[in-house]
């Protein structure tokens, strides 16, 4: 199992945050943890759980997959339009319903390209009903330790 990389993690949240377009304490609040832990976790000084991964990734709209690999819990594999998804579900220009609409668009142009769409949206369905979807699945699959959880 791969070591946290909080640097870079760090860094990462701190970019999403910006792009977002939320104050440190504002991502705090939406993601429920307080604003020093979360200014620890940018600057690299704290490892959060998976648990507080998952919190601050459904405050900024971005997958918890995205910062599973980041932070080096899960490895980072191949998915058709891993980058086009998260930044649909960066913009904060459009609402959530628009960016559901974008997405099914996109996995339907995938379809009739015959190239299966493999999303790591939550709720999405088109997601394989074989891959997690939740931290417990995650865990259950052996592709989270209990230590990073």
Request: glycine share 8%.
């Amino acid at each position: 199992m791969a070591s946290l990389n909080v640097g870079s993690l760090g860094e990462y949240i701190r970019e999403q945050r910006r792009h977002a377009q939320y104050s440190l304490r504002q991502l705090a609040d939406a993601a429920g943890v307080s604003n020093p832990y979360l200014s620890q976790i940018e600057r690299g000084l704290r490892k959060p759980s998976a648990e507080i991964l998952q919190q601050i990734a459904k405050a900024l709209r971005i997958s918890a997959e995205t910062l599973y690999v980041q932070a080096g819990i899960l490895e980072e594999r191949e998915e058709h339009g891993l980058g086009l998804r998260t930044a649909i579900l960066a913009d904060p220009l459009i609402n959530e319903r628009q960016k559901q609409a974008l997405l099914a668009v996109y996995d339907t142009f995938l379809k009739e390209n015959d190239v299966q769409p493999h999303t790591a949206r939550p709720g999405a369905g088109d997601t394989d009903p074989n891959e997690p979807q939740t931290l417990e699945e995650y865990a259950q699959k052996g592709r989270i330790s209990d230590g990073d959880r």
